[in-house]
């Protein structure tokens, strides 16, 4: 008996490729399962690997697509079978003429690259550094693919190109996993690293995909999204512990606009094939249609460019460090109750032991049910793709017959900024090549003009238009429903310029150039701003660092501003106007400023906040002639700290009363300030739960901006408009011999609020102290 299993063992390993056989195996390579609980593979360890199945696997190559914002290689691995890979540019040019159907010849050249063109998938893992499952997942797929003979991954292989980005955010894969490896098995096991995750963005860089804002999401967008353009886009990352154990899509309401109807419909098919999929395999707790809506395209660049965005969200550990969850613990949900069988959660998790190899376990089975659907059902993906940008060329009824932006505009910034974002999203954008008129207006050459009938005319719309999000209730006259993130993106209002929409050309358009190509940002920083006599700017960076800091910083430094990051040793040690003229302090709790992180977070050396040794050298640094500049949150800090006769007009209503998640409001400015100079009356601006509306009650301070009357917000979602109707929206307060200015609203909202950059540049222009 033992001898015949032996033998069958021997054919059974002569049977595989010679190339699976070389391939080394995640445990051969890193001395681990992946996947074991309180073992973390870090970025080096996994490229090492990487390289390795390449080199070993012909199913299997690995390309440097870019550096990281650390200067960390930026990779994607190709993963097909080896008959793909042996005709990959032929199976490239079909792809990219199904994504322009201008580039078909007819019906039967539309059948023959039906016939012979391959799935596209694109699989991204750990953008979100401290869900530490996703970048470890990838691993263990990619050698399954690499390796196995099983007539499912064969199938997968042979009609399915995979492109696979193991770590959209490696910088953070290093520093999340070499802080747990430190911490492992002491007090501090399981807690995240004191500092973002990511350089600038931290949990914010999956709201990147339409700005464009950093290097992963760049390379991602050009190396991967434009250069394929996939029919399917799987983006894995971690939820919650205390809920359901995953969740696919359905999304649930609202879906943006213009979001092709056949692209929703396939998303929703395709999760709920994945759920099926993972279910019947005996995995509890799996959700679809809950927790997360498809509005905003900060998260979803390819439902703009003809494919489906899946998200997949797995129950969290601490980090690699398993838990145990008590049934007691289980809750409920967004449209789901966690506890309770339904038709969209119908086996419920009950509690127990959770930890990494259920996570990993979890999303590799998302991923080969997908990989499994984008086979068998491959001529669907490509005829329905085809079928999605050829609507898009013919152009949709909802849609104006193109949009025009005048070249010569004030705000060259924010209209360099706009370009950028729509050539690299792959709109067409031309410029008119002699005068033209449309309806009652007058356009000089130059102009640009987005035809609106091309592939991507739907990513054009939705960053050109208002938004009118819905007036959704958890009951009829009830609290709001909350959208999972904003409610608002439009360019033209963030980055302060004017793009009008043309419904329909009397007579033909106007003679046009070629599409122009990729632009990129043009920014200038203020004079009063740069050189010797610059005033000397300090960021105050926590421990417990806000995302907004990290995007000031990346605004800075985007300029050239010159800027020092102030620690809370260096605020606690005093003499502050030694070294800095201005101190901004971006949009954070008075507690979290004060306290800091708490001592069973982290080390002693990262825990206490600025403490009081720090607010009394605020004090004195603003009394001696500094100035403070203080955003949002951090204006409670500010209030507190100089007793400042101002108050929140808002704050503690209820959401029924008012409520704003995230639009974009109008700013009535006082023209007459320093703070204002340069800008018009009337500028656009960002509102969202963490701003505020000021109650001003002392004659000595000024306000140099008001939210608009009547119904502020202009784009996006109010409850209770006259609530900061007519409010100021930033004062400047003398304190001694300096001043406190204090922002209500976010002047730098994630590196896209070009019209307010001014205002805030204002602010920390102050004379330099000798």
């Given at each position: 008996m033992a001898r015949s299993l032996v033998a069958a063992a021997v054919a059974f390993i002569v049977a595989l490729p010679l190339s699976a056989q070389n391939v080394p195996t995640p445990r051969e390579h890193f001395g681990f399962e992946i996947g074991a609980d309180r073992k973390l593979a870090d970025w080096d360890q996994l490229l090492a690997y990487y390289e390795k199945v390449a080199l070993a696997s012909p199913r299997v190559s690995v390309d440097t697509i870019g550096t990281t914002t650390m200067g960390r290689p930026f990779v994607m691995l190709t993963i097909t079978s080896e008959a793909n890979q042996a005709k990959l540019d032929e199976l490239h040019d079909i792809q990219m003429r199904l994504a322009d159907p201008r580039r078909i010849n007819g019906q039967a050249d539309l059948d023959r690259l039906l016939d012979q063109g391959r799935t596209v998938v694109?699989?991204?893992?750990?953008?979100?550094?401290?869900?530490?499952?996703?970048?470890?997942?990838?691993?263990?797929?990619?050698?399954?693919?690499?390796?196995?003979?099983?007539?499912?991954?064969?199938?997968?292989?042979?009609?399915?190109?995979?492109?696979?980005?193991?770590?959209?955010?490696?910088?953070?894969?290093?520093?999340?996993?070499?802080?747990?490896?430190?911490?492992?098995?002491?007090?501090?096991?399981?807690?995240?690293?004191?500092?973002?995750?990511?350089?600038?963005?931290?949990?914010?860089?999956?709201?990147?995909?339409?700005?464009?804002?950093?290097?992963?999401?760049?390379?991602?967008?050009?190396?991967?999204?434009?250069?394929?353009?996939?029919?399917?886009?799987?983006?894995?990352?971690?939820?919650?512990?205390?809920?359901?154990?995953?969740?696919?899509?359905?999304?649930?309401?609202?879906?943006?606009?213009?979001?092709?109807?056949?692209?929703?419909?396939?998303?929703?098919?395709?999760?709920?094939?994945?759920?099926?999929?993972?279910?019947?395999?005996?995995?509890?707790?799996?959700?679809?249609?809950?927790?997360?809506?498809?509005?905003?395209?900060?998260?979803?660049?390819?439902?703009?460019?003809?494919?489906?965005?899946?998200?997949?969200?797995?129950?969290?550990?601490?980090?690699a460090t398993p838990v145990d969850i008590d049934s007691s613990r289980i809750g409920g949900g967004r449209e789901y109750d966690a506890k309770t069988s339904s038709w969209k959660y119908p086996w419920p998790w009950t509690g127990g032991r959770w930890g990494l190899p259920h996570i990993v376990d979890y999303m590799e089975s998302g991923a080969l049910a997908l990989l499994s659907n984008a086979a068998g059902n491959r001529r669907f993906w490509l005829r329905n793709f085809y079928e999605i940008n050829r609507r898009a060329v013919e152009g949709w009824d909802a849609w104006p017959a193109a949009w025009v932006i005048p070249a010569d505009q004030p705000n060259r910034e924010g209209l360099a900024f706009a370009l950028r974002i729509l050539t690299m999203g792959d709109v067409e954008v031309h410029r008119a090549t002699a005068a033209f008129t449309a309806g009652d207006s007058s356009f000089a050459a130059g102009t640009y003009v987005i035809p609106m009938q091309q592939p991507y005319a739907s990513f054009a719309q939705t960053m050109l238009e208002v938004q009118h999000y819905p007036d959704l209730r958890e009951y009829p006259g009830g609290p709001p429903k909350a959208p999972y993130d904003v409610t608002a993106h439009t360019l033209p209002m963030l980055m302060g310029f004017n793009a009008m929409p043309i419904e329909q050309w009397d007579g033909a358009p106007p003679p046009m150039s070629e599409p122009i190509p990729q632009q990129d940002w043009q920014f200038e920083l203020p004079a009063a701003l740069r050189g010797r006599n610059a005033p000397r700017i300090g960021i105050y960076k926590?421990?417990?660092?806000?995302?907004?800091?990290?995007?000031?910083?990346?605004?800075?430094?985007?300029?050239?501003?010159?800027?020092?990051?102030?620690?809370?040793?260096?605020?606690?040690?005093?003499?502050?106007?030694?070294?800095?003229?201005?101190?901004?302090?971006?949009?954070q709790a008075s507690r979290s400023i004060l306290s800091g992180l708490a001592s069973d977070a982290a080390p002693d050396e990262y825990t206490g906040g600025i403490g009081t040794d720090g607010r009394d050298a605020l004090r004195e640094f603003v009394e001696q002639g500094g100035r403070l500049v203080a955003i949002e949150d951090a204006t409670d800090f500010a209030i507190e700290t100089f007793d400042l006769q101002i108050s929140n007009a808002v704050a503690g209503l209820r959401r029924e009363d008012f409520y704003v998640p995230g639009s974009i409001v109008e700013l009535v400015l006082d023209v007459g300030s320093k703070l204002t100079a340069g800008l018009a009356e009337n500028v656009y601006g960002w509102y969202w739960g963490a701003s505020r509306a000021f109650n001003v009650?002392?004659?000595?301070?000024?306000?140099?901006?008001?939210?608009?009357?009547?119904?502020?917000?202009?784009?996006?979602?109010?409850?209770?408009?006259?609530?900061?109707?007519?409010?100021?929206?930033?004062?400047?307060?003398?304190?001694?011999?300096?001043?406190?200015?204090?922002?209500g609203f976010q002047p730098n909202y994630r590196g896209q609020s070009v019209a307010t950059w001014p205002l805030l540049f204002n602010a920390l222009t102050v004379p330099r102290r000798r």
């Open positions: 694109l699989i991204t893992h750990g953008i979100h550094s401290t869900e530490v499952g996703g970048a470890q997942t990838a691993a263990r797929l990619i050698h399954r693919l690499a390796t196995s003979s099983d007539p499912a991954i064969r199938e997968i292989l042979d009609n399915v190109i995979l492109l696979d980005i193991p770590s959209l955010n490696p910088d953070g894969t290093d520093w999340v996993n070499e802080w747990y490896n430190q911490w492992v098995g002491t007090a501090f096991e399981g807690t995240s690293p004191p500092w973002l995750y990511q350089f600038y963005t931290g949990h914010d860089n999956n709201r990147d995909w339409y700005a464009f804002t950093q290097k992963e999401t760049i390379n991602t967008v050009l190396r991967a999204h434009n250069a394929w353009h996939p029919q399917i886009v799987h983006d894995i990352h971690q939820m919650g512990g205390n809920g359901a154990r995953i969740y696919m899509p359905p999304f649930i309401d609202p879906v943006e606009p213009n979001v092709d109807p056949a692209i929703v419909s396939a998303l929703n098919q395709l999760g709920a094939f994945m759920a099926a999929s993972l279910t019947s395999e005996g995995k509890r707790g799996v959700v679809i249609d809950a927790i997360y809506d498809a509005w905003t395209p900060a998260r979803a660049y390819q439902h703009y460019h003809g494919g489906v965005r899946i998200l997949s969200e797995t129950a969290s550990a601490r980090l926590s421990w417990a660092e806000p995302s907004e800091s990290g995007w000031t910083r990346w605004m800075f430094d985007a300029h050239g501003l010159a800027y020092d990051t102030i620690k809370d040793a260096r605020m606690r040690a005093g003499n502050l106007g030694t070294d800095f003229d201005v101190i901004l302090l971006q949009s009650h002392d004659t000595t301070a000024r306000t140099v901006a008001t939210y608009g009357s009547r119904d502020p917000v202009k784009s996006g979602w109010i409850l209770g408009p006259e609530r900061i109707a007519d409010k100021a929206a930033l004062v400047v307060e003398p304190v001694g011999r300096g001043s406190v200015v204090l922002f």
